[in-house]
Each structure stands twice: as structure tokens, then as C-alpha cells.
């Protein structure tokens, strides 16, 4: 200004010198907070990375146990399905082997009863109403003998009927078990490629 003593060539260096001086501070400030801003976003997509990494492993657990839960509940329904088959095998055995005897033993009285029979037809005349007796029972006898094998061929239809139900239910089990080993086999290879993309973006 007026009055005023002028700057010598000295004065504008050392004046120059400053300003540059705070232009490069402001600049290296800058450079100091993006840099500060690239850190943090970076930190935040790894942490952020490393939490879905965590949720993926924690749903994996979780599927793991419910697979396991879930395979040793269908374990238990096909021991029980087989136990329950071998218990309707044996069922089935018995009950045919206490027909057959039964019809064994009507058997054996239809030809106790036809014996009868001829005994009386060879009898006096007195014993015609023996007779007619006898045979009566025999009809009555043979009737019986019928009835047991019409219930020993609708024993077998049941059971065979039986035995394709639980095959068919020990078929659906497995395959059951079959798919859930599988999904539990992409489950395992889903975690780990998670978690080679999530080392990979935080290298």
C-alpha cells in the first residue's frame, strides 16, 4: 500500500515458499484422508465378508445337525419298519402253522366221520338215522375244512400286501438319506468356495 516499504526479491521467495508450503499440506491432507476413507472401506468389506462367512458357517452347522437329526430319525423309522416286518413274517408264520394244524386235525375227523359213515351203511336198518347223522357231519366238517384254507389264501394276500408296503416305505427311506447326504455335500462346497472369495477380496 501506500507507504508501505516493497517486498525485495528475497521477501516474494520466502512468501512463494509458504504458500507453496501450505498447498502441499492441504494436498498431503487430502491424500492422508482418502487414503483414511479407502482403509476404512476396505476394513468394512472384510468385516463384512468375515460376518457372512461366519452366517454361512453357523447355517451350515445348523443344516449339518438337522441332517444328522433328520437321518437319525429316518435310521430309527427303517430299524422300526424292518423290526415291524420281521415281527408280521413271524406273525404270519405262526398263524399259518396253527391253520394248517387246524385243518389238519378237521382233516383228520372228515376221515374219522366218512369211516363212521360206512360203519353205519353196513349197520341194520336201525342205524339209517345214524347214518344220515354221520353225514351230516361230514358235510358240516368239510365246510369247516374250506372255510380255513379260504382264511389261510386271504392270510397270504395280507401279508404279501404287508411285505411290498414296508419295502416300498424302507425304498423311500433310503432314498431320503441318499439326498440328504447329497444336499449336505453341496452345502459343505458352497461354505468353502464363500470362503476362498472372501479371502481372496480380503488378500
Known amino acids: 500500500g501506500a507507504g508501505a516499504p516493497a517486498e525485495t526479491p528475497r521477501e516474494m521467495e520466502l512468501l512463494a515458499a509458504a504458500i507453496r508450503a501450505g498447498e502441499d499440506a492441504a494436498a498431503a491432507k487430502e491424500a492422508a484422508d482418502a487414503a483414511n476413507a479407502h482403509a476404512a472401506h476396505y476394513r468394512a468389506l472384510a468385516e463384512a465378508n468375515d460376518t457372512a462367512v461366519k452366517e454361512m458357517q453357523t447355517a451350515f452347522d445348523e443344516m449339518k445337525k438337522k441332517s444328522a437329526d433328520d437321518l437319525k430319525k429316518r435310521q430309527t423309522e427303517l430299524e422300526s419298519a424292518i423290526k415291524k416286518t420281521e415281527e408280521a413274517e413271524r406273525t404270519a408264520a405262526e398263524t399259518w402253522q396253527r391253520r394248517f394244524e387246524e385243518a389238519e386235525a378237521k382233516a383228520r375227523g372228515v376221515t374219522e366221520a366218512e369211516a363212521k359213515a360206512k360203519a353205519a351203511v353196513a349197520a341194520a336198518a336201525a342205524a339209517e338215522a345214524a347214518k344220515a347223522d354221520a353225514e351230516a357231519r361230514v358235510a358240516a366238517l368239510s365246510s369247516d375244512v374250506e372255510a ?25 427311506l433310503s432314498e431320503e438319506e441318499r439326498r440328504r447326504a447329497e444336499d449336505a455335500e453341496a452345502l459343505a462346497s458352497a461354505r468353502d468356495g464363500a470362503r476362498e472369495a472372501a479371502e481372496a477380496a480380503a488378500a
Open 148 to 172: 380255513h384254507r379260504a382264511q389261510m389264501r386271504s392270510a397270504q394276500q395280507m401279508y404279501e400286501q404287508e411285505v411290498v408296503a414296508h419295502a416300498t416305505d424302507i425304498k423311500r
